[in-house]
C-alpha cells in the first residue's frame, strides 16, 4: 500500500475543510498541551458545529462533556483531530473507521519521516484510510484552519481571519512551519486567507489533493505552495495547468532538492538535468511562479493576490535619485525584468509631463523637483499610460521621515487613484527603514498596489509574474512520434550505434567505420579519408577521453597504428580489465563551436530537452537550458539565444554566426524520438559541432530501458540493428 492510491476528491475535501463535526481525540484542559490548543483555537474562532472530546480520563473539560473512548463517538463524524502519541494512532485510526469517520488529521511524528519502521506504520495508516474511505492530513504535521468559515483544526496560534467577501489566498505546504509563518506574513499585509493546509507526510491525501479543491473554490484565486518532495509529478502538473487556465496563480516554494536517493548519471544530460533543475521546468512551462526565498514567496503572492493579473511587457521604474537609475538597470539586466528604453522621440506625452532639465529615459528621474512640484508623480503616471510597451510602473521614492513622507504620499496615492486600470502600479521605498505612517501604505494597499521596503523586492516578484505571463503567449505544438528499434536488452548503446540512429534521423555525422583490429581500422580510414581519429567503444565508458580512449588528428596509417597503440595503452592504464568492444574509426572534421545537446525521458517529470556549451564546460559552468520538447522551434531558437554565452552564437568579435536553426533542428527531432521511444531515458549529444550552415554530432550516448519484446530490426532495408 503506498500514498495516495486513491484521489480525494473536491467533495470529500471539502468536506474535510468545512466539518460540521470535530471530534478531538486527546482533548486536555492542560495549557499548551495539543488537545488543549486545538480546542482553544476553534472556541477562539467561534466554530459553530457539532464538537465532541474524546478522554479516557475525563468526563468533561471546561464543562464541556467528555467522551472515554473513541467507540462512543456518534458515527459519521467529520473530523476528528488526534492529539495523542504516535504509539497509538494506528488504533485510533481503526476504531475512527468504524465509526465511519470522514477524516482524520494525525499531529504526532514518528512515521516515515523516522525511518524503516514508522514507514512500515504509515503505510498501514495508509491502507486503513484507503479501505475505509477516510482521509488522512499529515501526519507530522500543524493540522489546517478554515479562515472563511471560522474553522482553526490546528494546535499552532492562528492570524485573525480577515473579513472580506473578495478573493483569498490558499496555503498548501509539507512543512507546517512555513505554513504558519506565510500566514502571519500576508495577514499583516492586510490580504485575506481562505485555507491554510500543513500536509505533512501525505500518508493518504497530498498537495494535488487540495488543488483539486481550490480549484473549484471560487473565492481562493492564488495558491501557495511549500512543496520539499513531489510525490505525484504528473497529476501536479495537470491541476496546475488548469489551474492556470481558471484565472488561478500558483507560487511555489521548493526547499532545496529532492532527498530521493539518485543513480549516478550515465550521460552528462542526465548528471545536468538534476531534479530541481527538471522540476523548475516542468513546473514553470506548465504557469507555476517558483520563489527561491521565503521573502520572495510572499511577495509574488502579495502582487498575484492584490493586483490584476500581470500581463506581459515592460516595466517602467519612476524615481527620484540619478545614482539609483544605474543600480536598478544593473538588477533588472541582471534577473531578467525588461525595462524599455525610453526617449523624448519615443515618448513625447513624457517629456511633456516632465520639466525641461529632467531628461527622458528609463529609470525615470524626477530629482527633488517633486519636493517643490509634487503633482509630477501624477503627470508622470498618466503620461505614461498609453505606452503599449509598459505593464507596470513602480515608484521607487525616498520617504525619509514621517515629515517627507505626509508632503508626497498624497499626491502618489491621488495619481494611482486616478489612473485607469490596465498597468500594475508597485510601491517600493528607496531607504528601507523610513517611519512611513501606516495609513499611507493601507491606502495604497487599499487601491491594489503593493508596498515594499526596498526596490529589488519589488523587481525579483515582479520579475517572476513577468516572466510567467510571457510564457503564457508561448503556444505548444503537439511533439511527432518518431519510432525507431531498440535492442531488446537496453542498456548504454555506445557511440557508434547512437551516431547510426542519428543519421538514420538525418542528424548529420561524421563519416566512420567500426572496427575490431589496426589492419581493418587502416582500411577504414583509407576508405573514408585521413586526417582521422579513433574512439574506444564500450558501454561501460561513458567517458571516453577521461580514459585515453580518444586519439586525434592521425594523419597517415603510420600514426594510425601508433595510435591504436596508444589508445590500448592508455585504457589498460586507467581502466585494468575493461574489454573493449571495437573502436570508431572516424574522419576528422573541421574546428567550429561545440554544443551539448540532450533529452531526458524521466519516469515522473516526463520528456525534457537540454542544450548548452559543450565538453567540459557543461559539467564545469552549467550553461545550460532547459526545455520542454512542445515548444515550436522558433521558441527554442529564442531559448538557445538566451545561454549566457549566447554572444558567441551570434559571431563574437566578428566570428562566423553558427547556425542556431540547425541546432533546433537536432533538438526538435530529440524530442520526437523520446515521444516515440519511452524506453529511452537519455540521448547525449556532446558534442554538436555547429557551422555558420549545419551541425555535426560528434559523439552520441544512449541509455535504454530493457523491455522484451522489443524491435531489434534495423532502420532501414540493407542497414544494421543499433
Known sequence: ???????ATPDAIGRLLRPRTVAIVGASATPGALGASVLENLCGMGFSGQLHLVNPNRDEIDGRPCLRAIGALPEGVDVAVLAIPAAGVLDALRQLAQRKAGAAIIFSSGFAESGTAGLALQRELARVAF?????????NCLGLINFVDGIALSFVASPPARKTHGERIGIVSQSGALAAVLGVTLTSRELALSYSVSTGNEAATGVEDYLEFMLTDPPTRVIA??????????????????????????VLLHPGQSDRARAAAATHTGAIASDYRLMRTM?????????????????????????APVAAGGTAVITE???FKALALDVCERIGLDLPPMSADSNPAVRDALPAFVPVGNPLDLTAQVLVDPGLYGRTLAALRDDVRVAAVVFVIIQTDETTAAAKFPF???AVRAHPPGQLLLFAGLDDGAVVPSRHIRALRRLGVPYYPSPERAFRALARLSARAAHGGVATVPVEPTVVPLPAAGGVLTEHRGKRMLAALGIAVPDGRFVTCCADAQTAARDIGFPVVLKAQSADLSHKSDAGGVVLNLADADALAQGWQQLHTHIASHRPGLILDGVLVERAVAPGLELIVGARNDPEWGAVLLVGFGGVQAEIFQDVRLLPPDLPRDIIMRDILRLKGAALLRGFRGGPVPDVAAVADVLVCLGQVLAGNP??????????????EGAVALDALLVVQPDAPACDTCFASGGTAI
Open 412 to 414: 502618489i496615492i491621488e
Open 283 to 307: 513546473v514553470e512551462h506548465a504557469g507555476v511562479v517558483v520563489a527561491e526565498t521565503l521573502e520572495e514567496w510572499g511577495d509574488i503572492v502579495e502582487i498575484a493576490a492584490r493586483c
Open 225 to 250: 505552495l511549500v512543496v520539499e518532495q513531489f510525490r505525484q509529478p504528473a497529476r501536479f502538473l495537470d491541476v496546475a495547468r488548469r489551474a492556470r487556465r481558471a484565472g488561478k496563480t500558483i
Open 321 to 323: 535619485s540619478g545614482a
Open 679 to 692: 524506453r529511452i531515458r537519455e540521448i547525449d549529444v556532446n558534442p554538436l559541432r555547429v557551422y555558420p
Open 1 to 7: 500500500m503506498t500514498a495516495h492510491a486513491r484521489h
Open 131 to 139: 479501505e475505509s474511505g477516510m482521509l488522512i492530513v499529515g501526519p
